[in-house]
T-cell receptor
């Protein structure tokens, strides 16, 4: 159980275009999903927290107008990278939280989406 | 945001060797988690340590939470090539957010 999928697994796009990444919880409902970015050989950095039915909460330094997050249902959150540029090339990973809001709750991670902007 | 420093940053060893990875901070945590991430994949939770001084074992992996709950270590006995990956410690901020450590990249060669 607790499987999270992402689509696509990789995408190449031209500079200036927009790219949408989907994150789905396959066998559970997730009121909260998280989006992370990981540059090569680095750790994961939290970008935003996505709550079903409400606006996402962005971390400091993350442009909300550039990284649009929609959490329209309890099993789907989307991240749209708008007007992508080469510096947006990265590995984007989502996670979904299972359980109540306690410090030991587990987040299950998707397999990631590798974005390359030419 | 408290910083979790991991050491070493990179470790390259032969199969069969033992190794220890450290996760250090100046802050006290209610719990710490350890993840392993393989190339091109998302991280997978290995363990959560909650009590100061706690030792948890997962086959050849031994996790320890410092007595003061400021640090943690991961010891791997008789490493195998399948242990290759990025090892990450992380803490939950209490606002449901995970903050990851700087990471230790492990390469186990046959």
């Amino acid at each position: 159980g607790a499987v999270v999928s992402q689509h696509p697994s990789w995408v190449i796009c031209k500079s200036g275009t927009s790219v949408k990444i989907e994150c789905r919880s396959l066998d559970f409902q997730a009121t909260t999903m998280f989006w992370y970015r990981q540059f090569p050989k680095q750790s994961l950095m939290l970008m935003a927290t996505s709550n079903e039915g409400s606006k996402a909460t962005y971390e400091q330094g993350v442009e909300k107008d550039k990284f649009l997050i929609n959490h329209a249902s309890l099993t789907l959150s989307t991240l749209t990278v708008t007007s992508a540029h080469p510096e947006d090339s990265s590995f984007y990973i989502c996670s979904a939280r299972v359980g109540l809001a306690r410090s030991t709750d587990t987040q299950y991670f998707g397999p990631g989406t590798r974005l390359t902007v030419l | 945001t408290q910083l979790l420093e991991q050491s070493p940053q990179f470790l390259s060893i032969q199969e069969g060797e033992n190794l220890t990875v450290y996760c250090n901070s100046s802050s006290v945590f209610s719990s710490l988690q350890w993840y392993r991430q393989e190339p091109g994949e998302g991280p997978v939770l290995l363990v959560t340590v909650v009590t100061g001084g706690e030792v948890k074992k997962l086959k050849r992996l031994t996790f320890q939470f410092g007595d003061a709950r400021k640090d943690s270590s991961l010891h791997i006995t008789a490493a195998q090539t399948g242990d290759t990956g990025l090892y990450l410690c992380a803490y939950n901020t209490g606002f449901q957010k995970l903050v990851f450590g700087t990471g230790t990249r492990l390469l186990v060669s046959p």
